[in-house]
Each structure stands twice: as structure tokens, then as C-alpha cells.
């Protein structure tokens, strides 16, 4: 459920900058990666109202798109940013149209603005809700 920048899903722990692939599913391209370039981050396992990703910090990659996969079961994902590093205070981003990037069903949209921090948000969820979230960002 969590990618490259935080130790805790917690609000009240600042985002730390340092990656951590094996407690966040976070997918870092290495020198023999076929593209470069380019940063994939996926959060897995979104079950619960109010599971929010770890934040991820890519602001050098300010091409963003994200997908989201997985049963729905009534659930909304929001795509939310910070500029704000230390404290960080999210709002919704939007797509390349300027509307609320959020999800109610599977699809692939590109983020509008290149925030410091980008994290999934969920609510609305139900007992089938199962969610998989997946950003691509690329210089």
C-alpha cells in the first residue's frame, strides 16, 4: 500500500526522502532497466476508508500518469500532492483537463501538476474493495 518516501502511514511522521523497496513495493528502475528515464512506484492492497499511500517524492519526473486496478466495491481513489516537504498538507491534484483526479472505476489518467508529494487516498469502501494503485513518472 506504500511506496518510496515514508516509514509509517501515519500523519503525524513527516515523509522521509530515502526509498525502501522491500517494506513499500516500490519498482526502481536499475542500469539495466529497458527505459530510461522513467520511475515506477505501485501501492498494493488498498482494502480499508482511509487507507492512504505513502507519499512519494518524484518531483524530478514531472510527467506523471496513474492507474488504478483491482475491485472497486464502491470505493473512490484520490490522487492527492504536497509541495510542502517537511509537513506536508494534501490537496487534489487533477488531470490533464483540470478535473479531480479521483477513480471510481479502473483507468489510467496524467496528473496535471508536478507536486513535490503524490499518494492515493481511499474512501467508500465495502468488505469486496481491493485496490492496486501504480504511478508512472518520467523526465
Known amino acids: 500500500m506504500s511506496p518510496s518516501a515514508s ?10 526522502a530515502s526509498p525502501s523497496e ?3 513495493n516500490v519498482v526502481i528502475p536499475s542500469g539495466d532497466y529497458p527505459i530510461r528515464g522513467v520511475y ?7 482494502t480499508l ?10 518531483p524530478n519526473y514531472p510527467e506523471k500518469s496513474i492507474q488504478v486496478v483491482g475491485t472497486f466495491g464502491g470505493a473512490t481513489v484520490t490522487i492527492q500532492g504536497s509541495n510542502i516537504v517537511d509537513s506536508p498538507i494534501y490537496s487534489t491534484l487533477n488531470d490533464d483537463g483540470g478535473t479531480a483526479l479521483t477513480f471510481t472505476e479502473a483507468g489510467i489518467k496524467k ?6 508529494w503524490v499518494r492515493p487516498s481511499i474512501s467508500g469502501t465495502t468488505a469486496t474493495t481491493n485496490l492496486n494503485v501504480h504511478l508512472l513518472s518520467q523526465k
Open 7 to 16: 516509514p509509517s502511514l501515519s500523519p503525524s511522521i513527516s515523509p522521509s
Open 22 to 24: 522491500e517494506v513499500y
Open 40 to 46: 515506477l512506484v505501485k501501492w498494493t492492497g488498498f
Open 49 to 58: 476508508t482511509g487507507d492512504t499511500g505513502a507519499p512519494c517524492a518524484c
Open 111 to 116: 496528473i496535471r501538476e508536478n507536486s513535490y
